[in-house]
């Protein structure tokens, strides 16, 4: 198994630019998450999804986009890149069996600057 | 919401225990789990506790009082190769899997 792979790992946009960050796990995993770390600010989470074509937003969804058509593609999109999002994004999933908390797996992380 | 409190650095020695403390205030509370990430690298899970009590991985315990709202992270015979972050995360009343994590405990073993 692959685990959680995430692509670009490393990617610079210019302010204004679209772009979408890659998840995928090989798992089937039915919850997906994304979080962005910021020095000092710990894992924040953006969006998650608890199974294919369900959504929600995390603690700062703001200028994201997500969708879940698969179970087990859970792409990212920035709509129109600012330099406040240039952080480090972490995908992760974790089996969802509605009766416990379960570890959930992380990828690699991409590397987003935003000039 | 949530907020959690843990310190924001640590040191200890080789071959001795460390306790990262996380304390906490939520809305609703169902359970405290812990991670461990490298610089550089993405967070691996380390342990969960639901109930109050110690749970016991190897060199890794972690422990919970629910009444005090408070948890730790015990590390045993510390190695060069704990150093790290580490970080507490409390689950959501909106979810089974969705957590609010700390800021992080940076751990610096030294010899």
């Known amino acids: 198994n692959a685990g959680v792979t995430q692509t670009p790992k490393f990617q610079v946009l210019k302010t204004g630019q679209s772009m979408t960050l890659q998840c995928a796990q090989d798992?089937?995993?039915?919850?997906m998450s994304w979080y962005r770390q910021d020095p000092g600010m710990g894992l924040r989470l953006i969006h998650y999804?608890?199974?294919?074509?369900?959504?929600d937003q995390g603690e700062v969804p703001n200028g994201y986009n997500v969708s879940r058509s698969t179970t087990e593609d859970f792409p990212l999109r920035l709509l129109s890149a600012a330099p406040s999002q240039t952080s480090v994004y972490f995908c992760a999933s974790s089996y969802d069996t509605g009766a416990s908390y379960n570890e959930q797996f992380f990828g690699p992380g991409t590397r987003l600057t935003v000039l | 919401g949530q907020s959690l409190e843990q310190p924001s650095e640590v040191t200890a020695v080789e071959g001795a225990i460390v306790q990262i403390n996380c304390t906490y205030q939520?809305?609703?509370?169902?359970?405290l789990s812990w991670y461990q990430q490298h610089d550089g690298g993405a967070p691996t899970f380390l342990s969960y506790?639901?109930?109050?009590g110690l749970e016991e991985t190897g060199r890794f315990s972690s422990f919970l009082s629910r009444s005090d709202s408070y948890g730790y992270l015990l590390l045993q015979e510390l190695q060069m190769k704990d150093s790290a972050s580490y970080f507490c995360?409390?689950?959501?009343?909106?979810?089974?899997?969705?957590?609010?994590f700390g800021i992080g405990t940076k751990l610096q073993v030294i010899p």
């Open positions: 506790n639901g109930l109050d």
């Open positions: 999804s608890v199974g294919a074509g369900i959504t």
């Open positions: 939520t809305s609703g509370f169902y359970g």
């Open positions: 798992m089937n995993h039915e919850y």
């Open positions: 995360a409390v689950r959501d009343r909106g979810g089974y899997q969705k957590v609010t």
